[in-house]
């Protein structure tokens, strides 16, 4: 209960203290035209209010990652609450801010083209090809998670899938049309109502952790593997939780914001505010997955993650209540699916310089997405298997794309001269993480740990010297143009 109440005051205080500071060192010109005022189009450059930023924001990057990540984490117990704390305020909301903030700087241009221009052009087209691939993979995990979610909901008949069929079928036709029209007619009018459901549901659960006093039953803090199957805490548990610390495909959602919000001021609470609450969301899933089923034993037993979903918020909040919060599960993901299509879209119009105003330009990009994106989704329900591979492929996808993104960041702030330990260590840890683990995961090259886990250190080291060596290159190049200018 402890590390439970702790780490949210952290998250809590980490907003307060070190998103100020995270700010600070950006630089922010609140007298700055954005996007949204400079270049309003009427579809996807639009002013909206601040708050409704903010939770277009959350919605945008949220989807299932701190709810499903969240319960896949707590088979460790509270070195998932450690991890959320830690890798939100110090890794996932930097990353999110930095890409939100870079973006704004430039246009709104979209993540690929950001990296591009701090990285050069061989890193700028393998983030278009790797974030357009990610984008189309989360929204196949997004369409077939919140349908799985109704499924467990409403009573069928044992075997019959008509339930899910339809629910993929209504969630897929919404995603076309959200995709498609201006970004104010649907997700800026829907995204406050569901945005109020999941809160709701998230406060309610908390609640009733304290009034059952389940709360007290989570195991407190200690240097132990916790996991049934003792899986090792790294790098496994640093994959599984992804959106509730730290998550690449935020760096493609940032953008949309970027070119609505109207200050730069507005950037701290929009894009590392968002991820502070989807922290809290991911601590609050992890410690009723660690409550309600008596232990790591129980929840390995429990089910999949929208079963245990389903059993806690019934279990703890009844009937009326437990709609409410599942509802809230069902709009999480479907508010990032949409977005993923749009961000794609926008990805493919950035490389094309394909002109998005009119409609039908709009309908040119968004088609060959879903037809890719349909064909996914089929072999995704042909079987559990073939979710699960799409899953764990789309978690390490998700959190390399976080990695580059970060290595940009420190990119743009040594060039500017700021501190770019903000980023780069967060970036060498992250390197760290997605290299031993496609070393040693199942999906992966299946290598022993130690060399796994020794491998990603040794390609981290390269990296950030590599790093910190081009850096004292240009600096002494500066100085050299510099005296040779005096002169």
């Keep these: 209960m402890i590390s439970f109440i702790v780490g949210i005051i952290a998250l809590i205080l980490g907003y307060v203290v070190y998103g100020k500071i995270v700010e600070k060192i950006f630089v922010i010109d609140p007298k700055a035209k954005t996007p949204a005022g400079r270049i309003h ?215 949309l914001m970027a070119r609505c919000i109207k200050s730069e001021k507005d950037g701290r609470i929009v894009f590392y505010g968002a991820m502070i609450i989807e922290g809290v969301v991911a601590m609050i899933w992890a410690a009723a997955a660690m409550a309600h089923f008596g232990g790591q034993e129980g929840l390995a037993a429990a089910g999949a993650a929208a079963v245990v979903v389903k059993n806690v918020s019934i279990d703890l909040m009844g009937p009326i209540g437990g709609v409410l919060a599942v509802l809230g599960v069902v709009a999480c993901p479907i508010t990032s699916g949409d977005t993923a299509f749009r961000s794609a879209r926008l990805a493919i119009a950035d490389i094309s310089k394909y002109d998005q105003k009119p409609i039908k330009n709009r309908f040119l990009i968004a088609v060959p997405l879903f037809i890719v994106g349909i064909l996914l989704v089929l072999f995704a329900i042909g079987s559990t298997a073939n979710f699960n591979m799409i899953w764990r492929y789309f978690a390490w996808s998700n959190q390399t794309l976080a990695t580059i993104a970060l290595w940009a960041a420190s990119a743009y702030l040594a060039k500017a001269g700021k501190l770019f330990w903000l980023t780069t260590i967060p970036a060498t840890y992250m390197t760290v993480v997605v290299t031993s683990y496609i070393l040693v995961a199942p999906e992966g090259f299946k290598l022993p740990y130690t060399v796994g886990i020794v491998t990603g250190l040794v390609v981290a080291a390269a990296l950030f010297v590599l790093f910190i060596s081009l850096i004292a290159v240009k600096q002494k190049n500066t100085l050299k143009e510099g005296v040779v200018g005096a002169h």
């Design 41 to 255: 189009d009427g579809v996807d450059f639009v002013e909206i209010p601040t708050w409704k930023a903010v939770l277009i924001q959350f919605l945008n990057i949220a989807g299932t990652g701190p709810i499903f990540g969240a319960i896949a984490g707590a088979l460790w117990g509270p070195a998932a609450f450690v991890w959320i704390v830690l890798g939100c305020i110090f890794a996932g909301a930097v990353h999110d801010y930095f890409s939100g903030m870079l973006s704004l700087r430039n246009g709104g241009d979209t993540i690929a083209e950001i990296v591009g221009k701090y990285l050069g052009d061989i890193p700028r087209w393998i983030m278009r090809v790797f974030s357009i691939v990610l984008l189309i993979l989360v929204g196949v995990v997004f369409v077939t998670t919140p349908a799985q979610v109704l499924d467990s909901l409403i009573p069928h008949t044992e075997g019959s899938r008509i339930v899910y069929i339809i629910a993929l079928t209504l969630i897929i036709f919404y995603y076309i049309i959200a995709t498609i029209l201006p970004i104010d007619k649907i997700i800026g009018r829907l995204y406050p109502i569901f945005g109020a459901a999941l809160l709701i549901m998230g406060v309610g659960i908390t609640i009733m952790l304290f009034v059952t006093g389940e709360i007290a039953t989570i195991p407190e803090f200690a240097f132990k593997n916790l996991h049934p199957k003792a899986m090792p805490i790294f790098p496994f548990l640093c994959i599984s939780i992804a959106c509730g610390a730290i998550s690449g495909f935020h760096a493609t959602q940032s953008p």
